[in-house]
């Protein structure tokens, strides 16, 4: 059979079934139950028609149902969507009409939300529950039939799935105001995991953190990495992001893998302190720039564990960059304070184009190219197009080149890549990627305006602490009425807390919106 | 001294709402703030109060709503 994304955690249930899967708020499952109530769902899953995509989206709070339902759907032979519940209904509906899903996993913390958003999708038949529930909550939307899952039953086999299959589709803003799904293929999930489980030799003694929010792709690595080894991930409240530090202590964590900003935070809440993880032996940051200082800190916080930048948008399948932190070294070839994203994985080709497509040598800043294994299957969901702009074939690759978006100059000494910024309008807040053209295009639905731009304010220490909206319009919008109408239409940590009101935009010769005269409005 | 006039006056300048903020509304736990907003409002409390919260009291137990942060100040002064 061939191996797929859910392969290890089946291996390891056989191994070590007695021993914990998981520890989360509500509670722990050895790999044993974890495989029998996974199972269930599977069971369940195929009683139903699937939708044609083999795609079934999952609402969940990062607790013990979250992983029931995402091992359930991976077992039944479909991928899985996850969606999460910062997202407003109307975002939701959206994803999972692009996806044309019949079948929605929720739990009950999730349930209004979920009933709310299919209102208004023709494609959903039923929403199944991952938990108990009043079965008469259905009421609210009578087009849905609320179903249990089947008794948890034995060990349900998995369909010989290709390994060209999707394992999973993420969300992520897209530059339009609609977002889009990244496919990932079996076959290259699988890739990357046996990769980097070769590399930090993970074993059934390891306690890995599962931080990270299910819908960003860094989860993908915390839990098939931990249950490949046949270990037990650690999951602590979604909703207590000051106690992090303490978690990490007290559950003794060995692996974790953090934005930046996490740490950041740590830091800024004095939780940072030399030796305050001294159980910690794998460290990666991931997601967006990691500043040298927080490096340093993190190492000095977890004197025992390596530190890793780890570089990679979802479109290359979690990361397919990495470098380790040295304090003396790292610093030195530092570009902006930011550590190197550092070299690609083996068999992955990174190069630096300009404007006009031409391969640039080392020392010269342009766009980031990634060539792998993994671009062959590179794409978005149902979107044809926006694939073939990102894909660009160069002669003397073997595959095709991904165009990151991000700029890049590679050392001519040692051959190592730094990031120095984007290319385009997107950027990292709060470890969440965001397109600013996303919000714009909330701001224009919502209000009668002529233009919108974001620009992000205040950044301290080269990190966004924030996001201003300048609207060009003849009306006034109160602060409060803005935040509160496009907290409707896209999640909480995309609304600009501040809007400004301009009769017209500043242009710039070409025309544009000059948004660096927007942002000296702020200075 | 840090008073509830204070505290929500910050709240309103950082996109919070009169209308959702209660005494008792989770301000963090909720996402009603973010993180780094949280980091602000910490340095606001401890000028305002004239005190330094040590880390371990950095908890949503002391800090998740306007009557928590007002209790432990006045627990702390």
Known sequence: MQETLISGFIRSAHAHGDQIAVSAPSGTYTYKELYRRASAIAASLSEFKMADSGLVPILVERDLSAFVGILGILLSGNGYVPISGSFPPSRIATIISDIGAATLLTDSASLPLALEATSSCDSIARILMLDAVNLESSADNPDVDLVLPLEASDNWMPLDVSPDALAYVFYTSGSTGTPKGVKITHNNIVRYINYMSARYELTCSDRILQITDLTFDLSVFEQFMAWKAGCRLYVPSSRDKLGVAKFIKDSKITTSLLTPSMALLMRKLRQLEPGAFPDLLVSLFCGEALHCDVAEAWAEAAPKSIVENIYGPTELVVSCMIHRWDSLYSKKISINNVVPIGQPHEDIDALIIDEAGNILPAGELGELLISGPQTEALGYWRNEEKTREVLVEIPGYNFPCYKTGDLAIQNPQDGLFNWVGRADQQIKYMGHRIELGDIEAAIRRCFDCQQAAIVPWPIVDGQIMGLVAFVEADIDIANERFVATLSKEIPDYMVPKKVIILDRFPVNTSGKVDRPKLKSQLV | ?77
């Open chain 2, 1 to 77: 001294m840090i008073t509830k006039a204070k505290i929500l006056e910050f709240i309103i300048e950082n996109g919070g709402s009169t209308d959702r903020v209660e005494d008792d509304t989770p301000l963090f736990s909720s996402s009603l703030l973010d993180s780094f907003t949280m980091v602000s409002l910490i340095m606001v409390i401890e000028s305002e109060a004239d005190i330094t919260i040590p880390p371990e009291d950095i908890t949503l137990d002391n800090l998740d709503s306007i009557n928590a942060i007002l209790a432990y100040c006045e627990k702390s002064t």
